[in-house]
């Protein structure tokens, strides 16, 4: 079997992912993930030196538009999908008053 | 003829010269839809009222002359991942199950405006990710031609609708074939445009910088009424392309001009393909002696990266999938496991139980490829492959107008038969994933039937902005052979 | 007690929020203090199929900064996603600039107890601001509110260049003064339009070896006082942890910590063994910018007078010390209402007795800006001709500048109406003068006298006049006269 990734890989990469995975599961990504990337060492073949990364398709430039205000949506909108919500807010279950990563 | 046997075309001008009313037609398809829908699995949403009311309205507009658009009166299904206010958009996702956007796409936008009436929504795989509908949260999609057999993905409700006349024409979304692949496999014509050409605003992303909106239909002229109303400049979407740049054209204006001269490139590389079907090779060889016959010159180009497509496309589409599907973590909108331990558990417990199998597998495989470490080697690395590939295409729009290419390797598989070897199911992309990542129009069309009397698809790649060279020799075709007009046994309302 | 010498380092990450009408990627008002969620929109709350459209204004804003602290511009700038997972993040993925930001290596002059010292800017680059968390009472869950998701934010960064937490400081004081000149910000902290995160350590030098003591980034630091605070505290702490445990930066790790206003401590949050993983990758859904001469031009030739310029001028145009220079530039407003007001005619010597006098101390008592006074540019520069042109002195000028607080009246109709008008009309006065010589023939025979008592005398007739006049006789007219009847007598 493939070794391209390991399972502590695949908990770390879960983990990044906020996925919260079984054994079982992370023991078959495992082995799926290591056979896909087994066949995308294919690129390492190509020569790439040189060649410009291709980000986006049309060359597009300076797309930017005014800067002027509308409205928002409205509360009632914005909370309409809200798993859970304590209007005008959004709730969620407490968050240690940490930091965000901005 | 029966009303759902007409083309969009057809039943356009009977709407319009009033022999047919709009609510005649979205009777007739709520009929057929409520008589094969059980079978075929290809509807996450149908929408009777909201269809009838649309109808009613335009029937009055009719009544009153005034100009109810270009597409009064047509029904059209359009793809679960393409945002509705008025109709949830699951995305065939548990996580969006009872989503109801606050906004509507604008190609849903566009179509409204045009006097389009939206009927149903269709099944997709999970966030558009798969090549066979397999993968959807909700209900696997069958292929009208044979049951026994997936319709292709991740447009397979679009495409599996239309082939058993539902509608007249669908909406379907493309990131590495997944309107053309289930077009050939469900024996339709299928068309994805240049990528900027409609605007993605209202779709939900998968892969963003591969994502494109495309019509399914019957024919080529179907596709190019379509397209006219849903291509153009939106300032929403600031990859979509200005008209300074390139101006939308009549795609209409094009289809009848005879091919004569028309440089048809043969791809080198696929020549000589292992595991593809010799009765799709077959298939191809016959057509590219057609387009011959029709005045066509039969070049052969080489894509010398084409073999790196697939691993190119699996770490761009994936990494921009994991980033893209971050958002879907129980807090703003969508599912939240119901007894989370804190926030953290929201999120991976959310995620888990919302996405299927496949979702996870890719975001897995995307996160990795962008994290530390790892981004030069896997992601960086596939930028720069996605251009060497982009080159190889423009020089062979040097010496080609458009390329002639298979679909798929195969007809249609099995359901069940690719689901547990996510890499072997990734291979049927093979011909159609290097379109995306160029980013040029591709469309496929029916070309024959195998053995087992499965639809076999023809493509054909333009050059970036030249859909109506395609759509032309996708037409003119047509115009030679019937592959396109037959429907599978069953889906004829007597 | 061993030889022990310590130099502190310190480097700034400052987020200051843009003053655009809307937000940063999509039209929602970009507005402080209204309801909760209701300046939300599909594409700031991250609705599954929204995209970003640029806001033009937000990038020349960035330019503009990064151009008065002379910073190199790039042509050609590009959209990064940051990953991270928090409520406050919709898309839990924040656009922002990673390897190519609009703009790099700067540098602002400060001045410290009167030496100046050029401060390095690493870089200058926009991104979206996250909504906020609340966390209300002591329950099991906190409220999100959007509003300020995706307002567009400058982070400047600068180089560990800063020495001293009164350094820290200052440079903050500059930085607000320079992007309310610039226009670009209102800067207002307790708003969190300014925020700062200091990162601090110290090369400790000791019986001739260096240590250097792991860095500590303090978190988003609310006022310049704060910030000052906070520094010190940390050279503290970080001078004791070290001399208690002897951890470096190669033994321990980077932490991140919190400001705690009350205590006046730093209060540790997280100490990371590894880089945090933000998976940066260029944004498909934005094209990049590529900055042209013409529009560089452009904003370039935008730019007002700079804080240093200014300052410098209005002490050797105006005469104002440095500190007052400083302390008037530091809001353009004022200052531009002081330039406005001697466009207007003012005297330039009693309008700037005006502004460092009465005029601030106004302010001060109502925690304003002078501009914000409501005293207009027009009215300022009135009062201050009257004094120039001796039609009132300078108490009666301080007792109108409070009239013209509350009263939108013009001063010189005040000063008429409520009879405050200097008399300067010989022949009114020299009537009082008389009456008051004949009243004080003691007095007048003294200043008459040469001799230690003459100036006293004379000082107390002018005093008579002043009284009987409530103030408002003009002093060198009555001077002249009585010096003229004095002599007449004779
Ligand atoms: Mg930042
Ligand atoms: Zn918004």
Known sequence: MSNEISEAQVRHVAKLSRLKLTDEQINLYTRQLGAILEYIKKLNELDTTGVEPMAHVAPLRNVLRDDIAGTGMGIDKVLQNAPDSDPPFFKVPRVLEDSSGA | MQ???????????????????????????????????????????????YARERADQIDQMLADGRDAGPLAGLPIIIKDNLCTQ?????CA??????????????????????????????????????????????????????????????????????????????????????????AAFCGISGLKPTYGRVSRYGLVAYGSSLDQIGPLGADARDIALVMNVISGHDARDTTSVPESISPKPDYLTKLDTPLKGLRIGIVKEYQSSDGIDPQIVAAIDQATKLYEQMGAQLVEVSLPHTQYAVACYYLVAT?????????????????RTPNPEDYIDVYSSSRAEGFGDEVKRRIMLG???????????????????????????????????????????????????????????????????????????????????????????????????????????????????????????????? | MSDLNYKVIIGLEIHVQLATQSKLFCACPNRFGDEPNSNVCPVCMGSPGTLPVMNKKAYEFAVRTAMAMNCEIARYTKWDRKSYYYPDLPKNYQISQYDLPLSQNGNIEITVAGEQKKIRIRRIHLEEDAGKLLHEGNVGFSQVDLNRTGTPLMEIVTEPDLSTPEEARVFGTEL???????????????????????????????????????IAEVKNLGSLRALERACAYEIQRQLADWEKTGVTMETGFKSTRGWDEQTGTTVLQREKEEAEDYRYFPDPDLVPVV???????????????????????????FCFSEKDATTLVED????????????????????????????????????????????????????????????????????LAEKLLTCPDDPADIAQRENLMQVSDASSLEKILDEILIANAKAVEDARTPGKKQQKAFGFILGQVMQKTRGQANPQVVNQLLQKKLAEKN
């Not at chain 2, 994991?322 to 807090?331: E, H, I, K, P, T």
């Not at chain 2, 062979?396 to 798929?408: G, L, R, T």
């Not at chain 3, 307790?190 to 925020?195: A, I, N, V």
């Not at chain 3, 004022?334 to 302010?363: R, Y």
Request: hydrophobic fraction near 40%; aromatic fraction near 8%.
């Open chain 2, 3 to 49: 009303i759902t046997q007409l083309t969009a075309f057809d039943l356009l001008d009977q709407i319009k010269k009033r022999q047919l009313t709009a609510r005649d037609a979205v009777e007739a398809f709520l009929k057929q839809i409520d008589k094969h829908e059980k079978t075929i699995g290809a509807l996450i949403t149908v929408l009777p009222e």
């Open chain 3, 176 to 214: 607000r003064t320079l992007v309310r000149t610039l226009g670009v910000s209102e800067a207002n902290m307790q708003q969190g339009q300014m925020r700062l995160e200091p990162n601090i350590n110290l090369v400790i030098t000791k019986d001739g070896k260096q240590y250097k003591t792991p």
């Open chain 2, 367 to 494: 996160t990795y490829a962008l994290s530390a470490g790892y981004y030069d080697a896997y992601y960086l690395k596939a930028l720069k492959v996605r251009m060497m590939i982009r080159q190889d295409f423009e020089k062979a729009f040097e010496q080609a107008d458009i390329i002639c290419a298979p679909v798929a390797p195969t007809t249609a598989f099995r359901v069940g038969e690719k689901t547990s070897d996510p890499l072997t199911m990734y291979l049927s992309d093979i011909f159609t994933i290097s379109a995306n990542l160029a980013g040029i129009p591709g469309i496929s069309i029916p070309a024959g039937f195998s053995r087992d009397s499965l639809p076999i698809g023809l493509q054909l790649l333009g050059n970036y902005f030249d859909e109506s060279t395609i759509l032309q020799a996708a037409w003119q075709y047509q115009q030679h052979t019937d592959f396109h007009r037959q429907i599978p046994a069953g889906f004829i309302e007597q």
């Open chain 2, 319 to 335: 990494a921009e999938a994991s980033s893209n599907l971050a958002r879907y973590d129980g807090v703003h909108f969508g599912y």
């Open chain 3, 332 to 399: 353009r407003a004022t200052a531009d209402l002081f330039e406005q007001a001697l466009s207007l005619g003012a005297p330039v010597k009693v309008l700037c007795n005006h502004f460092i006098s009465f005029w601030a101390m106004h302010a001060n008592q109502r925690g304003v800006s002078i501009a914000e006074l409501g005293v207009s540019a027009p009215r300022m520069a009135s009062l201050a001709k009257l004094v120039g042109d001796n039609k009132i002195n300078n108490t009666t000028a301080a007792a």
């Open chain 2, 86 to 90: 008025f109709a949830k958009t699951t």
């Open chain 3, 291 to 317: 900055v042209e001469k013409d529009w560089l031009d452009a904003i370039r030739k935008s730019l007002p007078e700079l804080p240093i310029a200014r300052r410098a001028r209005f002490q050797t145009q």
């Open chain 2, 93 to 182: 996702s548990k996580i969006l199950i009872d989503y109801q956007p606050p906004y509507n796409a604008h190609v849903v936008e566009q179509l409204e405006k045009a006097g389009a009436i939206i009927i149903a929504k269709a099944n997709l795989d999970e966030f558009a990710m798969g090549s066979s509908t397999e993968n959807s949260g909700i209900k696997t999609t069958r292929n009208p031609w044979s049951t026994d057999c997936v319709p292709g993905g991740s447009s397979g409700g679009s495409a599996a609708a239309v082939a058993a006349r539902m509608a007249p024409v669908s909406l379907g979304t493309d990131t590495g074939g997944s309107i053309r692949l289930p």
